[in-house]
Every structure is written in C-alpha cells, then in structure tokens.
C-alpha cells in the first residue's frame, strides 16, 4: 500500500486498481479505513466459521464504531460492531460462530489492547 499526499491532508491510494481518496472534507478518514479492516477481517472469520458449522447466511450487514480518548496518543477507548444478518440457520449456532470470529480476527485481537469492543447481534 502506497499513499500520495498533496496540498496538506489530501491523499490517495491505489490498492488492486481501486483508488481511495482520503481528506477531511470529502474522503474517508484514517479510522474509516480501521473500521473497514475489523468489519472485513471479523466477516471473513465469521464466513469461516460458518463453513465449518454448515451454517448459510442470506445477508449480513456490520456496522463499526468507536471512540477516541482526548489523551494523546488518541487511541480508541470503545469499539463497537453491530451485526445485523439474515440466515434460516440455528441462531444459536450463528451466536456461536459470531463468537468464535471474534476470537480469532486479528484486527479485533489488535483493537483490545487499547479499546473495550463490544459485538451485538440482531436477526432480521
């Protein structure tokens, strides 16, 4: 990953032919981009402990937010994700696999030494 910066906090990257703009007043900011990876890294364990439990998931949206301490480093003091899915699969086994893909994101694992995460649940 390579980022180019001008004209004082204006950048963009380039990943796999994508590119993303990042500025405060029309991109994404910097934790946008951290909320992305534990929303991406937690479903792709969640997908993986949904085919080890012969579980199928219609639909799934997760929501990510934080919030940062005053203090300096401003480093994220809560994290919250919120899953919000559809599946004609046990519930109680969606649970189970939720749990265990929090257990092994390494995003989340990175997040929880600095930040409390909590992870909630909803069905459709």
Known sequence: ????????????????????????????EPYDL?????????YANFLNQCEKLKLEVKHCDIEVTGKKRKEIP????TLDVNVSLKTYSDKNKIVEALENASENCSMLAMVRHVAEVTIQVSFE
Request: charged residues 20%; contains cysteine; hydrophobic residues 40%.
């Open 34 to 42: 951290t909320f992305t990876a534990v929303a991406g890294c937690f």
């Open 74 to 77: 401003a480093t994220l003091e």
């Open 1 to 28: 990953m390579k980022m180019h910066f001008e004209k004082g906090f204006h950048g963009v990257t380039k990943i796999n032919e994508q590119c993303i703009e990042m500025n405060h007043e029309t991109g994404v």
